[in-house]
């Protein structure tokens, strides 16, 4: 890898390397990774505009990924940038390219009057939580994330009046 990485707001054409990113990501956490249909979702989703996307590439390769959106703070009264994921390739690591990607977050924030800029860290992840307190992150052990999928989501909405 070269010593110069460009970090650019993603194309429709990075999202190939971005979905095979998402299956490393999957890897490393011990989860389901993207399904065979997950490239086609996420390229209709982009041209929504439903998410934002910021890459990493060194020569000519796509080897991480910040994928984002905007969700809105009731108490402060203002928008709030949300971080879904954050993944530098192993092969990239010790590049500095994770804190690059950060720091353009937090620009982005800023720049759009967020309030605030979040995002949630697997308790086992000592190595992201370390970096994160090392940027000015606060780790809040107060809040716990609530998720409803799959059947139990299907079974929510089939409530809904």
């Not at 860290?121 to 809040?140: H, I, M, P, T």
Request: net charge neutral; charged share 25%.
């Amino acid at each position: 890898m070269s010593n110069e990485t460009l970090i650019r707001p993603a194309e429709a054409r990075d999202l190939p390397a971005v979905v095979a990113l998402v299956a490393a990501l999957a890897e490393f956490e011990k989860l389901p990774g993207p399904d065979a249909d997950a490239l086609a979702r996420m390229t209709s989703d982009f041209a929504r505009g439903r998410f934002s996307l910021l890459v990493a590439e060194s020569d000519h390769v796509v080897n991480a990924y910040a994928l984002y959106f905007f969700t809105y703070s009731t108490f402060r009264a203002l928008p709030s940038l949300y971080l879904e994921d954050l993944f530098v390739h192993p092969t990239a690591r010790g590049h500095k390219i994770g804190e690059r990607l950060m720091r353009r977050l937090a620009d982005e924030a800023v720049r759009n009057g967020c309030g605030r800029f979040e995002w949630t860290v697997l308790d086992w992840n000592v190595r992201a939580q370390k970096f994160y307190l090392s940027l000015g992150a606060e780790l809040l052990a107060e809040w716990r994330t609530c998720r409803v999928d799959g059947d139990a989501l299907t079974r929510l909405a089939a409530r809904a009046t």
